[in-house]
């Protein structure tokens, strides 16, 4: 099940980017007393009392503004609302309710999604609380007050929030194929891939850049195994964006990203690799998915030679430094070049994710790592590593208890990892550590 998605929207100055950073413990939004600072939409991963779900934040809505940059912030934040499962509506009780915030509820009446008035900047709820009555007249139910600045009501708000989540199904919980999201750029032949492996048009493919705009589920069943391909539209730089529409297709493949099992990257190989490729396998590695390269058109790459694939390859590792465990392939949907072997890789990926090494096995790797190449040390103490164990899988995921964190350095993680992946190979997905110290009692004994 994809996590749900809450939109904060409101007019512009009402505190929407400081409850949104808030909410994700992490200043990822510009906070500013000037309107209109918000004006690209910023997303991030939050949870509450177990329900994790992915929150946007949006520009100010301004209804009746002719201004472009204005125009354009309205138009994101209406793509916002109708991806949302819920709807945060701020207002601000300071300014009470002023005719904007009535021409955005409308629209969020048309929405039919589930709406939660926010009324923030309530610094006294003893003293403010009667002047919260008036947003009733909204039509929209029972404000919330809260002080995003404050963090006063921000459990109250949270729990009206999640209780508009949808419940998983059983269908959802019985579900047993292998979920797989097409990602890549704009133009990129995701579509066409996916095509080609159903042998049917059920997409639309254009020339035109951006034409898929939603996330299309296909089932595919090969070799008694359904597979499950989540198309999504392609990303895009911002820079390069002409389309308000558009800006919004990142939220959609990071959605994408959280419902699948397994990332397959596709890269045009005839335009190369982009910035906003490395991003989405940032994404898909932190996310713990497995990842699958897919260089698509490579029968349109002119002047090719022996060497061509090799240069080709070296340059996607120096682009995804954090993914060497990626598998890369070079396929053609025109043509339909090598792309039934992308089940297999697929197969292979799974099998990886889902691997467990015996706990003896894995101590055994780590003993003979540390004999191989000796633990860091600080001031005459050591890193000691007393032992080792799986503790899930997709992806597969090693506690340590050590005598200290700060002594098992990235870099001695990172050799660590490579010894596990020299044993077990773990090709097609990220490993996960987990540190933990043990207490000086406990190292005593």
């Known amino acids: 099940m994809s996590k749900p998605m809450v939109a904060i929207v409101g007019r512009a100055n009402v505190g929407k980017s400081t409850l949104f950073n808030l ?81 955005v509820a409308e629209m969020l009446r048309r ?13 006294s709820f003893k003293k403010q609380m009667d002047d919260t009555y008036e947003f009733y007249s909204l039509g ?19 729990d009206e929030v999640t209780g508009h989540f949808p419940e998983k199904t059983v269908g959802e919980e019985e579900d047993d194929s292998v979920k797989i999201a097409i990602i890549g750029r704009p133009n990129a032949g995701k579509s066409s891939i996916v095509n080609r492996l159903l042998g049917e048009n059920r997409m639309i493919v254009s020339d035109v850049a951006g034409t898929t705009r939603d996330a299309v589920d296909s089932t595919i069943m090969h070799n008694k195994q359904k597979y499950t391909f989540i198309d999504t539209a392609g990303l895009r730089r911002k820079s390069k964006i002409k389309e ?29 690799v982009g910035e906003q490729d490395a991003k989405i396998a940032g994404i898909a590695h932190e996310r713990g998915k497995g990842l699958i ?28 430094p954090f993914a060497q465990y990626a598998d890369i392939m070079y396929v053609s949907a025109l043509t339909g070049q090598r792309l039934i072997k992308l089940y297999d ?68 993680q990172r050799y660590i990892e490579n010894k596990f992946r020299e044993a077990y190979g773990f090709w097609g997905t990220p490993i996960h550590f987990i540190i933990r110290e043990r207490d000086k009692k406990e190292q005593d004994n």
């Open 140 to 158: 929209l139910g029972d404000p919330v007050p809260v002080s995003a600045a404050g963090r006063l009501g921000i459990g109250e708000l949270l």
């Open 111 to 123: 929405s039919k999604k589930p709406v939660v008035v926010c009324v923030n900047k309530v610094d």
């Open 293 to 320: 390269i897919a260089v698509n058109k490579w029968d349109a790459v002119p002047d090719k030679d022996d060497k061509t694939m090799n240069k080709f390859t070296k340059e996607l590792r120096s682009k995804f």
């Open 345 to 412: 890789e697929i197969d292979k990926v799974r099998e990886n994710q889902t691997m467990r090494v015996p706990t003896g096995v894995l101590n055994e790797i780590v003993s003979e790592a540390a004999a191989l190449q000796q633990p860091p040390s600080d001031k005459g103490k050591r890193l000691r590593i007393y032992y080792t164990t799986q503790v899930s899988v997709k992806p597969p995921t090693f506690i340590f208890f050590v005598n200290s964190r700060e002594l098992f350095h990235f870099s001695y």
């Open 23 to 103: 909410l994700c413990g992490s200043n990822l939004s510009i906070v500013k007393d000037t309107p209109g600072v918000t004006r690209d939409r910023i997303y991030a991963d939050s949870d509450w009392n177990g329900k994790e779900f992915i929150l946007v934040d949006t520009g100010g809505i301004e209804p009746a503004s002719e201004d472009v940059i204005m125009r354009q912030m309205r138009e994101q934040a209406e793509m916002a609302v109708e991806m949302a499962n819920v709807i945060i509506f701020m207002v601000d009780v300071k300014d009470g309710l002023t005719d904007i915030d009535y021409e």
């Open 244 to 272: 308000d529409v558009e800006r919004y297709s990142i939220i959609r493949a990071v959605a994408a990203v959280d419902r699948s099992d397994i990332v397959v990257l596709v890269i045009d190989a005839v335009t190369g």
